[in-house]
C-alpha cells in the first residue's frame, strides 16, 4: 500500500481551474481519489480534467451565487473529502475600503465557503471520518500592506475551520487549515504586477526555501485526506519555506 492512498474516497475540490486547486486534482487523482471539480470557468476546469488519469465530475459554479451552490451540493455523494481551494486576492489600501470591497473580498473568501461547507453537513452530504482542508494564508498572522480584508476574512475562514472541528468530532470528521507564504499561481503574479523586480528579489530573500509551489501545498492537503493524520484536527499547518522563522 502506498503511504498516501485515497482510493474509493469522494473527495470535492473548489478552485480546481488553476493554482492550488488544479495541482490538488492532479496529486488525488494519482492517489486513486474520485474526484468533483469546482469552479467558474468551464474552459479551465476541461484543462485540469485533461491532465487527469481518471474521469473526474466537473461541475461550473460561482459559489458566491446561491442557486449554483445549491445545485452544486444537490449533485454531489456523500463525501470524505472536502478541499476549500477557491478564493481572490483584493489588495486594496485600508482607508479606502468600502462597502462593496467588504462585500468582493469576504463573498468567496469566507461567506461562500461557510455556506457551502455547513449546508453540506446539514444535508448529511458528509460521510463518518470526512476531512476538511481550507486555506487560509500566512498573511492572516503577518500582514501586508492592503491586505486588510484579505487578511481579515482568512482569519475568520480559520476560526470556522476550528469550530467545524469541534462541533463534528463526534463522528470523528476532522477539519484543518493551510496557511501558505507565497505560492508560484495567479495570485503570486497579481502580486507581482504591483512590485518591481528589485522588490521582488529582497523579498524572495526572505524565503529561506524559496518561493513554493503548487504541489507544495496539494502534498500536504494529501496528507491531511489521507487515514494518515487522523490524529490531526483543528490545526493551521503553515508551509512558507522558512518565510517566519525570524520572527519565532
Ligand atoms: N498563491 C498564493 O501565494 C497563496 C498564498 C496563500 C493562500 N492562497 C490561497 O490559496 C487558494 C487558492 O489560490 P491560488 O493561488 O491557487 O489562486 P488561483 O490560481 O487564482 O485560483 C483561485 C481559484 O478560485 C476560484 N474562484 C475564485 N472565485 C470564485 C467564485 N466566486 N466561485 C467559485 N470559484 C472561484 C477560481 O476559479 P475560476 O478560475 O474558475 O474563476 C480558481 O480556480 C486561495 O484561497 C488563496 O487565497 C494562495
Known sequence: MDFLELKNKNIIITGASSGIGRET??????????????????????????QLKREPNIFQADLTIEEERTALIASLPKLEGVVNAAGII?????KFITEKHIKTV??????AQALLNSALLKQKKIAEGCSFVFISSISSQFP??????????????EAYARTLALEHSAKKVRSNCIS?????????EETLKASSAEELE?????YPLGFGEPIDVANTIAFLLSNRSRWVTGQNIVLDGGLTLGSK
Open 144 to 157: 501586508y500592506q492592503g491586505g486588510a480584508l484579505y487578511t481579515s476574512a482568512k482569519a475568520a475562514l
Open 25 to 50: 486534482a492532479i496529486l488525488l487523482d494519482d492517489l486513486g481519489a474520485d474526484l468533483i471539480l469546482t469552479g467558474r470557468n468551464l474552459e479551465k476546469l476541461e484543462e485540469t480534467k485533461a
Open 90 to 94: 483584493y489588495p486594496f489600501p485600508l
Open 180 to 188: 501558505p507564504g507565497l505560492v508560484k499561481t495567479n495570485i503570486f
Open 106 to 111: 469576504f463573498d468567496i473568501n469566507f461567506k
Open 202 to 206: 529582497k523579498y524572495e530573500k526572505n
